[in-house]
């Protein structure tokens, strides 16, 4: 038996990590990003991932990013950048809610970003672009870059509409890998 002088004791801080949101709450904000992603993987080895639905982990995975960036510090930004935000971040929730993904027509067996599918559903990232302030440069992207992870994305207007979103870059790539890591198994038979 050790004796306890205060603070969390390293089992509690163990016993934190094993949840995601306990993760979270554990660290710090640079570290909590690295730990939603851990986590994330670690869930979808698990044997409890194997009978969960991909809809389920595509959803459960937003749902915590969302979480954590509600959660995030914002006193940096400006008035407008933090007005989009928390336009971004409703919009984020609508679309985990209605959990309407898109679907991998072209790439069977094979991991691609599809920014909007052929049915016209777009990612998470897409959809914030689509309904804050960046609809032309979203269908943009669809037709010249659809296929690409946020970070392999070209052009300056991309960067701008980030700048004036409220999010970082890091930020909105964690919203975006949650549809990409997933979209080989939404392909369609």
């Known amino acids: 038996?050790?004796?306890?002088?205060?603070?969390?004791?390293?089992?509690?801080?163990?016993?934190?990590?094993?949840?995601?949101?306990?993760?979270?709450?554990?660290?710090?904000?640079?570290?909590?990003?690295?730990?939603?992603?851990?986590?994330?993987?670690?869930?979808?080895?698990?044997?409890?991932?194997?009978?969960?639905?991909?809809?389920?982990?595509?959803?459960?995975?937003?749902?915590l990013v969302e979480q954590l960036l509600r959660e995030r510090p914002v006193t940096e930004l400006s008035e407008a950048q933090k007005t989009n935000r928390i336009k971004g971040l409703d919009v984020l929730k609508s679309y985990i809610e209605q959990a309407v993904f898109p679907v991998n027509t072209h790439h069977k067996g094979e991991r691609h970003p599809y920014f909007i599918d052929h049915s016209g559903i777009p990612c998470a990232v897409g959809q914030i672009m689509l309904e804050v302030n960046g609809r032309d440069l979203a269908l943009k992207i669809a037709a010249t870059q659809n296929y690409k992870y946020l970070d392999e994305m070209e052009g300056d207007e991309i960067l701008a509409w980030v700048q004036q979103s409220g999010f970082s870059f890091d930020?909105?790539?964690?919203?975006?890998?949650?549809?990409?890591?997933?979209?080989?198994?939404?392909?369609?038979?």
Do not use: W, Y
């Open 1 to 63: 038996m050790s004796a306890h002088t205060g603070g969390d004791s390293v089992k509690e801080k163990e016993n934190s990590m094993r949840s995601p949101l306990g993760c979270i709450k554990t660290l710090r904000k640079n570290q909590a990003l690295f730990c939603l992603l851990a986590s994330f993987t670690a869930l979808s080895m698990s044997s409890q991932a194997h009978q969960m639905s991909e809809r389920e982990r595509i959803q459960s995975h937003l749902t």
């Open 171 to 189: 930020e909105l790539r964690l919203v975006h890998q949650a549809t990409a890591m997933s979209l080989d198994i939404l392909t369609q038979s």
